[in-house]
């Protein structure tokens, strides 16, 4: 896996995705080779493209020479095979490339631990030599945007005439938004997209020599504005190299905390309680015999080492 | 507060959001005067017109004699300060009317707790006697979908040509769907987007007397439509008076998980790790020295009483 091989690439990661106990052992042992890659998030809402912009910086990466790995956050519908599919799709752009390896990760309708998987399957692209590593989710939830707000630089995708531009960005993202992109820039509306970004960032203060997110008009359909995608990345990369390590110490600090209650959460169903007692417990607060606040506090004391 | 009185109800709910110790005091005091609110979720991307539809619903149940409570979840930027200012324009139209209570509830920049702050908000105005609760999300993310499965009913609301339609029903909404609802339907595209959702339906195997969500076009706007939806709405809680159980156990299995996993976050931080410790194991993993496995190992074995 560490020579880049595909076929060893795709099991590491199909390890972490079934949260399979082997999953820690793969983390624990390349995480020394990771931190190399570069991370970019890139986030917006359904339908703004973020899918077809993706596999044009891509392309425009590769001609720079960078090696690539992509993971789609993909919240599919488990019985229409999205992930899947969509992967196919997506891959055949870059078969014959072996410096590019594209994943899917879809939800499995549990909250939580996808986030994390995501990271985890970050390390492993990075360990394998990529050196850029674009982590694409759709959506505008909160998992959407601690995602995205681990990655090294964060990019905002929005789409001219979506309903009310003001609601887009109202999501949550424009704290987040290191670059913010108006991709189908040649629609109606464009204009007015990046005029209403460029009034919400007004209401910012920014101190001098702090970076001020640039707007990136695209056609990701035909590549306009791919190459100046790229080279506003790389400007922010270089201008960043000061701040790094707050980031770094934001995503690792989510890691830390997702995995502590992934564990947690775990061994309280299948250590402290008997079971079928968690089952029980959800049934006695549904027919309100107890308070979920009275029944947690009760789990806790059994779970917790008081001594 | 029980009585339904505005400013008792307004402070109990502070409370909860700030995440005030007397938070659980309430919750525990009301739990069993609770379970009586039929509790509406109300999801879809940004832009979809989501809190004009609910204004013009709450205006409908009203003429029909109910109480309404409405949560807006809202993830907005803080410094904007959208969700206090969204209440107020949004109070307006029910000012008048002491049984309507509107509130927003803001992400704080911090996963976790909002959705189970929501459900116990949800509680609160049941206990004050409101006979609808409707929890409107903004986004398609797990959280939003989260929140909107534990409510009795959930209800998603498209827009036609916002982008790909498919793409809109590809984020994990599909399946928590029991009514859709293609709002802006006199915009093109809005039988394409009834098209699409329709053709999404076919895939599914509905067996026999199994609720088949049905598609409601509106224009919240003007209001056509909504009549229709406050028709749809109670066909679906006559139908499924049935299966109403499970929906409670989903959502109090929720609601423990998330008690549990914020409970014990806090006391390993407060409790477990010296002050400070946290911090620096987040630096020590940042830096290479620790891997996230070996540390949460660490960290679980002093939290966890295996005696």
Redesign the interface.
């Known amino acids: 896996m560490l020579t880049g091989d595909t076929r060893a690439i795709a099991r590491a990661i199909s390890l972490i995705e079934d949260e399979a106990p082997a999953a820690?052992d793969v983390?624990?042992a390349i995480?020394?080779r990771?931190?190399h890659a570069y991370l970019i998030g890139v986030t917006g809402?359904?339908?703004?493209?973020k899918s077809t912009l993706v596999d044009r910086l891509t392309a425009e990466t590769r001609a720079a020479g960078e090696t690539v790995g992509v993971i789609a956050v993909?919240?599919?519908?488990?019985?229409?095979g999205?992930a899947i599919l969509g992967d196919r799709l997506r891959m055949q752009a870059h078969a014959a490339d072996p410096d590019v390896f594209i994943r899917s990760m879809a939800?499995r309708?549990h909250?939580g631990g996808?986030a994390r998987a995501t990271i985890d399957v970050a390390a492993v692209l990075d360990a394998a030599g990529k050196s850029l590593v674009v982590i694409e989710t759709?959506?505008?939830?909160?998992?959407?945007?601690?995602i995205v707000r681990s990655a090294d630089i964060s990019i905002v995708i929005l789409?001219p005439?979506?309903?009310?531009?003001v609601?887009?960005?109202?999501?949550?993202i424009?704290?987040i938004a290191d670059i913010f992109v108006v991709n189908?820039a040649d629609r109606d509306g464009a204009d007015r997209a990046v005029t209403s970004i460029e009034s919400?960032l007004a209401?910012?203060a920014f101190a001098d020599g702090e970076w001020r997110p640039p707007i990136v008009k695209t056609e990701a359909t035909t590549g306009r504005g791919i190459p100046e995608l790229w080279q506003t990345i790389q400007r922010f990369r270089t201008h960043s190299a000061g701040v790094h390590?707050r980031r770094?110490?934001a995503?690792?600090?989510?890691?830390?905390?997702e995995?502590?209650?992934e564990?947690?959460?775990d061994?309280?169903e299948h250590r402290v309680l008997s079971p079928g007692e968690?089952?029980d417990?959800?049934?006695r607060?549904?027919s309100?015999e107890v308070?979920?606040?009275?029944?947690?506090?009760d789990?806790?004391r059994?779970?917790?080492?008081?001594?």
Do not use: C, W
């Open positions: 820690a983390i624990r995480f020394p990771t931190g809402p359904p339908g703004a493209g993909d919240p599919t519908s488990p019985f229409t999205g939800t309708g909250l996808l759709v959506g505008v939830g909160q998992d959407e945007v601690d789409v005439g979506a309903g009310d531009d609601q887009a960005l109202k999501a949550g424009m704290e189908k919400n209401l910012q390590e770094l110490q995503r690792n600090e989510f890691r830390l905390r995995l502590l209650t564990r947690l959460m061994h309280i968690f089952d417990l959800v049934r607060i549904a309100r308070d979920p606040y009275t029944a947690a506090a789990v806790l059994r779970t917790l080492n008081r001594g």
